[in-house]
């Protein structure tokens, strides 16, 4: 058994974060026969992700992290005095949080609020070596939210407001950000665009959401241009297609720049059985991925490694794909089994059309300095 003590955030409240219904991507309408469903972003996958940490057991391998709210000066290092005084404004009755699709209920901004602190309060225990890595499954989701608004089921910039609270109370110095989300990370991306201490990896399928980003040619600009990192994934890119892009991009990247802390944008709707997403990794690659940011982050930054928690939808699977992950981060010798056999998939290996995609993106760590 690998000695990992491992901080895991979780709130109840997080579950109470109220997205209401609709009917697809659409409001319900009865008129034109979109009956009322659930929103894709509702509670049931991320509660269900908690308690199967709980039923396990890993539960008693963590160090459990009381997440308190982000602060408005917290908030404020990202996001606009405009759009943190809307949202406040909206606090009492819900609303949404800038794009028509990212609803929240009645104290919905409280609970953003503790998301983001949840975030923050992850980060900094692994700074302050209470614990070796942590894990914050904090719910709304933050890597789409940019600084006048909040998109894409994200209401706060979690990871964003995080890194910059990192950098006022432990000077955190270069910090690299690998986010496998099926969604390009936009807003993590935007938050840090030309800054050079900030590695911005997004692995995400092609141009799916926001449909007008996410390009190889996003680099960054000024002194940031580099260190903006887009690998957009055809669909239906496998476990195969994923670990090597991380072992001919990912990584070579991280050891280039030699971070001082890896937060990865933990998304698992870039799994197999995901309704918002047409990847197919599986708990076993998620394993995999995980574990060669683990050994990265013992070469570059003395273990500290983080996940935030962002998208993935299927209620059955998500839980599975996420303790892959957790228990990786815990040093787990021992995996919990899952009981969804998904490794054999037709095309699970790396595919022609992916490998060009790699290819490409290996010409792009040039530019990459420690």
């Not at 719910?139 to 910039?157: D, I, T, Y």
Request: glycine letters at 12%.
């Amino acid at each position: 058994m690998v000695n990992v003590a491992t901080g895991y955030v979780y709130h109840e409240l997080y579950g109470w974060h109220d997205t209401g219904t609709q009917a697809g991507f659409f409001p319900a309408d009865p008129r034109r026969g979109l009956q009322p469903f659930h929103h894709f972003e509702y509670s049931e996958s991320k509660r269900r992700a908690h308690e199967l940490v709980v039923v396990s057991g890993l539960i008693d391998r963590l160090t459990r992290l009381a997440p308190r709210p982000a602060t408005d000066e917290e908030i404020l290092a990202v996001h606009t005095p405009a759009q943190l005084e809307r949202l406040v404004g909206l606090n009492d009755t819900g609303g949404d949080a800038g794009d028509g699709g990212t609803k929240f209920g009645v104290g919905g901004v409280d609970i953003a609020r503790l998301a983001a602190g949840g975030a923050i309060t992850a980060v900094q225990a692994v700074l302050d070596s209470a614990v070796d890595t942590a894990y914050a499954l904090v719910r709304p989701p933050g890597h789409h939210a940019v600084a006048e608004q909040g998109m894409g089921f994200c209401v706060l910039a979690n990871i964003a407001i995080a890194i910059k609270a990192a950098r006022e109370t432990h000077g955190l110095e270069r910090v690299a950000v690998v986010d496998f989300d099926v969604h390009h990370g936009n807003g993590t991306q935007a938050a840090f665009y030309a800054d050079p201490t900030v590695l911005k990896i997004s692995l995400h399928q092609d141009r799916f959401f926001p449909g007008n980003s996410g390009f190889s040619t996003e680099r960054g600009e000024g002194a940031g241009f580099g260190y903006t990192l887009n690998l957009p994934l055809p669909p239906g890119t496998g476990n195969g297609g994923y670990q090597e892009a991380f072992k001919r991009v990912v990584i070579p990247a991280l050891d280039r720049f030699h971070p001082d802390l890896i937060i990865i944008a933990a998304g698992y709707d870039s799994s197999a059985l995901d309704p918002l997403g047409r990847m197919m990794i599986t708990p076993k690659g998620y394993r995999a991925l995980t574990s060669m940011l683990v050994e990265a982050a013992g070469r570059h930054c003395g273990g500290r490694i983080v996940g935030v928690h962002e998208g993935g939808y299927n209620e059955s699977y998500t839980p599975f794909c996420l303790l892959a992950v957790l228990e990786e981060l815990a040093g787990v010798e021992e995996p919990f089994p899952s009981p969804f056999g998904l490794d054999n998939l037709g095309q699970q290996e790396l595919q022609p059309h992916q490998e060009k995609v790699i290819k490409e993106a290996e010409k792009l760590l040039k530019d990459i300095h420690c």
